[in-house]
Every structure is written in C-alpha cells, then in structure tokens.
C-alpha cells in the first residue's frame, strides 16, 4: 500500500476459517501459522461499517499508488503515473535496468532532501507480482471485497494471513510513516486493523455493490 512508488499492500477459506501479497506469500519464523479466524455474532450493519473503514485505507493515495490499474506505479498525493516510466516488471520489482532498489532505499530520506526524494522502507520496494496484481485502484466496494478474499487473486492468503499482512508488514506500515511531504493513511493505523478483524469475525461479507 503505498506511496509515491510502491508495490505491495496487499484473504478466506470456508466463510469463516480460513482465506495476498499486498504482494507475495507471509513467513513465519517461528514455523507456526496464524490461528484461523473464528466468525463471530455481528451486525450486518456494523460488518458494513467496518469494511468501509478498510476500503477507505485500501483506496487512500498510499495505498493504491502501489496497486494500481496499470503496470506503473502511482506517485504522489493526487496518484499520478510515475514520471520516471517504472514497470512493474513480473515479479513486482521493476525490469532490468529500472529495478525498484534502484531508487527506493531501505528507509525514508531525511526531511532535508526535500519531498521528491524516493522514499524507502526496511523491505523490499515493490509492487505485488504481474500473476497477482491486487488492484486497488477504481474499484466499487463488492470488486474490492471479493478481490481481496480470493486466494486466487490475493497470493494465497487465507484470512488469518491476511490480518497478519495488514498488521505488521513493513510496506502496509510506510503507509502511516511516508516520509516527508507525503500525506499519511488518513485513519489510523490501530482502527485499521480493528475494522479488519471486525468485518473477517463477522465472515467477511461483501457489500451488495
């Protein structure tokens, strides 16, 4: 999800147990998965709600500037196309000779170099694989929904996958730390993820549209 270049942000098996990468697969370094998501009693009015909270983050600048309609990233505020020509390439790293690494550090230029430095994050700098493009970009609220929790579409994420995507990797993550003369996910993170595990307890229903 992200910024003025990015890849990715980036969901459910049988309604209620189990469901990509705002890019590629998660990693578990202790070589346990997360716990299944377990349905729970809700509203359909209060699953609604908190799913437009998560398509409010999903569609923000931040985020669909690295999951946009076309093979270029977005840049900027106002989402415009990348000046410098960037492909997404086929595993969402740019093409040879225009790689992503080639401008995006490992962290955030300091204030000082002004608001057109590229920005940078403690991963990889990408957009989500050609197979998997995770778009963000233009999609009415049920698209939105019914991509996001297609294993097929999301890069094999499960819901529980899913929650432990948009709480703690360090791409979603940038989103609300951009750098200098960005703008921020204007939602906090917190109540972000709070919705996220709202609307999959609830069964992740789609909207109707």
């Not at 202790?30 to 799913?51: D, I, K, L, R, Y």
């Amino acid at each position: 999800m992200n910024g003025s270049r990015r890849r990715g942000l980036l969901l459910l098996p049988p309604l209620g147990a189990t469901l990509a990468a705002l890019a590629s697969g998660c990693s578990h370094p202790t070589g346990s998965a997360p716990a299944p998501v377990q349905a729970a009693a809700a509203s359909p009015q209060s699953a609604a709600a908190s799913f437009e909270t998560v398509k409010a983050v999903l569609q923000s600048p931040r985020c669909v500037n690295c999951h946009p309609v076309g093979d270029a990233p977005l840049q900027g505020d106002d989402s415009h196309v990348h000046l410098q020509n960037i492909q997404r390439g086929d595993h969402g790293s740019g093409v040879a000779g225009l790689s992503c690494a080639a401008c995006h550090g490992r962290a955030n230029p300091p204030a000082s170099y002004g608001s057109h430095a590229p920005p940078g994050v403690s991963t990889e700098w990408r957009l989500p694989p050609a197979d998997t493009k995770m778009i963000f970009q233009g999609l009415g609220a049920r698209a939105l929904c019914e991509q996001l929790k297609d294993p097929q579409r999301n890069g094999g994420k499960d819901m529980a996958h899913l929650i432990e995507h948009v709480s703690g990797d360090p791409l979603v993550l940038w989103g609300w730390s951009p750098g200098h003369g960005r703008k921020p996910v204007p939602i906090a993170h917190a109540d972000f993820v709070a919705a996220f595990k709202a609307w999959a307890q609830a069964g992740a229903p789609c909207p109707t549209r």
